[in-house]
């Protein structure tokens, strides 16, 4: 079964650091982009980061960028989220997803087209003293 | 970067009904938007991808319509299993890709 399985969350001190951890199963890995996103206690979803496929293009949410690290091991089918210097308001759920897609040729130009198209299950971070 | 902004923030709608939710980007981006379906509790799961197309096992009474900066997601005939938040997100050029800040759907 394809699936992502998201594990390191917990309760840390502000100021405190965590690493989560994303593994995936049943697909090739290496082939797609992915991204984390997180959900605050009652509040919508939060874009966070992406990778590329062999990590060379990394992109950040402003709200993380200088404190949150992504990164990725094909070898070992996983995908990770460093975070540095935790807020109380970095508590949320997070979520790693695939990136699938297909792409397309129109008017001269090539496109690619991105969908999240699978999910892990979350875990919970809590910032808290 | 590019706004997403939905509406309605929530309804409350009977079953049987037809539920129209609407995004709006703060820059036309072609067809580079995606809908999904949260339940509480559950991860998010891809409804609609590239602005109209429906996902693998995804209900027939979904749909979505829209191009450059306005979208819909449609919700033809109301079913209670269809309660719900649903979030736009657009994946047009580089990221952030952002995503509207959710509808509520009440049966």
């Given at each position: 079964e394809v699936q992502l399985v998201e594990s390191g969350g917990g309760l840390v001190q502000p100021g405190g650091s965590l690493r989560l951890s994303c593994a995936s199963s049943?697909?090739?890995?290496?082939?797609h982009e992915m991204i984390w996103v997180r959900q605050a206690p009652g509040q919508g979803l939060e874009w966070l980061s992406y990778i590329s496929t062999t990590g060379n293009n990394i992109h950040y949410a402003d709200s993380v960028k200088g404190r949150f690290i992504i990164s990725r091991d094909n070898a070992r089918n996983s995908l990770y989220l460093q975070m540095n210097?935790?807020?109380?308001?970095?508590t949320a759920i997070y979520y790693c997803a695939r990136a699938g897609g297909y792409g397309d040729f129109s008017g001269g130009t090539h496109y690619y087209y991105y969908y999240m198209d699978v999910w892990g299950q979350g875990t919970t971070v809590t910032v808290s003293s | 970067d590019i706004q997403m902004t939905q509406s309605p923030s929530s309804l409350s709608a009977s079953v049987g009904d037809r539920v129209t939710i609407t995004c709006r980007a703060?820059?036309?981006?072609?067809?580079f938007l995606n809908w999904y379906q949260q339940k509480p509790g559950k991860a998010p799961k891809l409804l609609i991808?590239?602005?109209?197309n429906l996902q693998s096992g995804v209900p027939s009474r979904f749909s979505g319509s829209g191009s450059g900066t306005d979208f819909t997601l449609t919700i033809s005939s109301l079913q209670p299993e269809d309660s719900a938040t649903y979030y736009c997100q657009h994946t047009y050029?580089?990221?952030?890709w952002t995503f509207g800040q959710g509808s509520k759907v009440e049966i």
């Open positions: 049943d697909f090739l890995f290496s082939g210097s935790l807020r109380a308001e970095d | 703060s820059q036309t981006i072609s067809n991808y590239v602005a109209s050029s580089t990221p952030p």
